[in-house]
């Protein structure tokens, strides 16, 4: 018996809408990773792009669980000596709340070419509303 592989071409890609409110960080990035790898579908390769596009609303009624609010911290740097950026999460949550699950996603993605192709499938908003009406999102409940 031979194995037969599909073309990502040939897989039909859809639009996967997420409400993120009440739902904890890093199960919420597990879940955004696994649609946009494609690794819900059975026409799943590790080498290929496979998956669907991503919409999150909500993303500013996150929950953290434990002490992260305050003790989990981002780091920037410019490459400047001595310019560099300490963010806590809880400031991160109030300024820009889309880049806390960016972060988190594209810290489960593979650090290479496909990845970065990836990381473009995902669309955050802090609010209810998203301008990918048109796209026809399907919502999913976790």
């Given amino acids: ?26 199960k919420l990035a597990v879940k955004i990773v696994e649609i946009i790898k494609g690794k819900n579908k059975p026409e799943y390769r590790q080498d290929k792009d496979c998956g ?8 500013s009624k996150i929950k953290v669980t434990g002490y992260k609010l305050n003790q989990k ?21 109030k300024t820009k709340p889309e880049e806390v699950i960016l972060h988190a996603v594209k810290g489960m993605l593979p650090k290479n070419h496909l990845g970065r192709k990836f990381l473009k499938k995902v669309r ?12 026809k999102p399907e919502r999913i409940e976790f």
């Fill in 52 to 59: 669907d596009s991503v919409v999150v609303i909500n993303a």
């Fill in 124 to 135: 955050v908003f802090s609010g209810a509303s998203h301008n990918h009406e048109s796209q």
């Fill in 1 to 26: 018996m031979k194995t037969t592989f599909i073309e990502p071409e040939n897989i039909e890609k859809k639009w996967i809408l997420i409400d993120a409110e009440n739902i904890t960080l890093g």
């Fill in 73 to 93: 911290e981002y780091f920037k740097h410019s490459l400047w000596v001595g310019h560099f950026k300490m963010t806590k999460l809880k400031d991160m949550m």
